[in-house]
């Protein structure tokens, strides 16, 4: 089947593809790390553990020990109060607890919320500038997803303490790195209320769907010369939207892999694609694309795309507007 011109360009769709690559969310977990490592839960992320007296106090008492996604054990002497973040989600994180003044480096790739912007970077998740991250000497390091093991012996070379915090693909992953950040920020209380309002939103948007009639759903990632790829029934994205009260149009696959072909055969009621990306318009000359009724009808959902991919308190705001978009009358 050929395709037009009028579709996403590849310099474009490879630099889609590789942010989704470099997502905190653990889509594609562990990558350049060992799976079989001890503590792994089996669920694409892995349990992060702290002593039963520290979980359970309501401040964090230092010195603080916690063992963190690689299975190290990482002693914190004090509060920490210059942090820097190897991770989007991270960055969220801290910002949503209020504790963004502790915040002294973030990666480039760290843009919400808009104040990070004035945070100085240290460069890309997968090589930071060392150099750059021990002139700052901050207290703690805190990475997630898609840390490099060969960065982490660097930075621990260099005398830096580091934690690796991720969960799994799920919002109880969310909530546990939530809860985790709050510990070593000694920031427990606000990280409950995170916690709780994400849990509370989930709870309403489960109930509001419930029992109805579920329209097939299309999650656009990347399309053009390049290939076509959604998010397929073992990716968190993909359990969204059945959770939101859609039917993921790609349930027949696993991974991020589709064909134009299957597209048009299912032909789905709904489409969600990036706003950032500018997908929406480009949908519409895009060959096989234009010819989908979702795009004929203007059932097209455009989603700042870190609400789903971000491992962070907005998940649940991304859960609710696709909720929102699909079952309007819920909402109401």
């Not at 892995?46 to 401040?59: H, L, N």
């Not at 795309?305 to 705001?317: F, Y």
Request: charged share 30%; with cysteine; glycine share 10%.
């Amino acid at each position: 089947m050929r395709r037009t011109k009028k579709e996403a360009n590849p310099s474009r769709l490879l630099s889609i593809l590789m942010a989704f690559l470099l997502m905190f969310t653990g889509l594609l977990a562990g990558c350049g790390q060992d799976s079989d490592k001890k503590g792994n839960d089996g669920a694409g992320g892995t349990k992060i553990t702290e002593t039963k007296k520290q979980s359970e106090s309501a401040e964090t008492i230092y010195p603080f020990t916690i063992t963190d996604s690689f299975d190290r054990k990482v002693t914190l002497k004090k509060e920490p109060q210059k942090v820097v973040s190897i991770s989007p989600a991270v960055t969220e994180i801290v910002f949503a607890l209020g504790q963004q003044d502790k915040l002294i480096g973030r990666t480039d790739y760290c843009s919400y919320p808009e104040e990070a912007a004035q945070i100085e970077s240290i460069g890309d998740l997968m090589s930071p500038n060392i150099e750059k991250i021990v002139d700052m000497e901050p207290d703690v390091v805190i990475a997630s997803a898609h840390f490099q093991k060969e960065v982490l012996q660097k930075l621990e070379d260099a005398g830096q303490t580091v934690v690796i915090l991720y969960g799994e693909e799920s919002f109880d992953g969310a909530y546990e790195a939530i809860g985790k950040i709050g510990g070593l920020f000694n920031a427990r209380k606000a990280a409950s209320g995170i916690i709780d309002d994400m849990k509370a939103t989930v709870a309403d948007v489960e109930k509001r769907v419930e029992g109805k009639e579920k329209p097939s759903v299309y999650y656009v990632v990347g399309f053009g010369e390049m290939g076509d790829y959604t998010a397929g029934k073992d990716t968190f994205v993909g359990q969204m939207i059945e959770m939101a009260g859609g039917k993921n149009a790609a349930d027949d696959v696993e991974g991020w892999n589709y064909s134009l072909e299957k597209l048009l055969e299912k032909n789905p009621d709904v489409l969600i694609c990036s706003k950032a990306d500018h997908h929406k318009e480009q949908l519409k000359t895009a060959n096989g694309y234009q010819d989908l009724d979702a795009v004929k009808n203007g059932k097209i959902l455009e989603i700042d795309k870190n609400k789903l991919e971000i491992q962070g308190p907005r998940l649940a705001d991304g859960l609710k507007e696709i909720a929102k978009y699909i079952h309007p009358e819920a909402f109401k």
